[in-house]
């Protein structure tokens, strides 16, 4: 088996652009093998791919965790360390602890959930990314590896369903 190439394939629409996508899955293709590239975001669904798999939420809940930890150590970790008896008032107050577990659980929340978002696209990335122009006017892009010697039929195929181009490309440094 020879070497594979990388092509991409520019569509004007969302429509044929499934049907393009449909058309790779018919050739062998995988979701894994293919990227779409677009201006705006589209739903998988609409293109006949699967969602997404995001660890965001998860890393949140592990921050509102963290926070609620955190929290609960403020209210009864430090007076237990440094006691204060003032009098008639509770050491462990609740009303207040109640607050600030709750603001302490939202804090880690935030904070973890910004992270995840930055942790889960790869920010910063120094490897070379695939851009086209084209996109920025609203078109559609597929990237994808095919076998190089059955590259023609892909060309073809992707011609006959309404791709304006399906050129080789080249990752170039933004």
């Given at each position: 088996?020879?070497?594979?190439t ?7 629409d ?5 049907n ?5 899955h ?25 969602s997404a798999?995001?660890r ?18 403020l209210?009864?970790g ?23 577990t ?6 880690g929340?935030m ?36 076998p190089?010697?059955?590259q ?10 309404g791709?304006?181009s ?7 440094q933004?």
């Amino acid at each position: 088996m020879s070497d594979t190439t990388m092509l991409l394939a520019v569509f004007e629409d969302i429509e044929p652009a499934a049907n393009g996508i449909e058309k790779l899955h018919e050739l062998g293709l995988t979701d894994d093998q293919m990227n779409v590239i677009s201006g705006i975001p589209i739903k998988g669904i609409i293109l006949g791919r699967r969602s997404a798999i995001t660890r965001v939420s998860s890393i949140a809940l592990t921050g509102a965790i963290l926070g609620m930890f955190l929290g609960l150590f403020l209210i009864y970790g430090t007076p237990f360390l440094f006691p204060l008896t003032v009098g008639g008032q509770p050491i462990y107050p609740v009303p207040q602890g109640i607050i600030i577990t709750f603001e302490m659980t939202m804090l880690g929340l935030m904070g973890f959930a910004f992270i995840g978002m930055f942790v889960d696209s790869g920010f910063p990335s120094y490897t070379p990314k695939e851009y086209i122009p084209e996109i920025s006017d609203g078109k559609i892009a597929v990237l994808f590896h095919c076998p190089g010697d059955e590259q023609k039929k892909f060309v073809s195929a992707l011609t006959k369903l309404g791709a304006e181009s399906v050129d080789p490309a080249e990752a170039r440094q933004l």
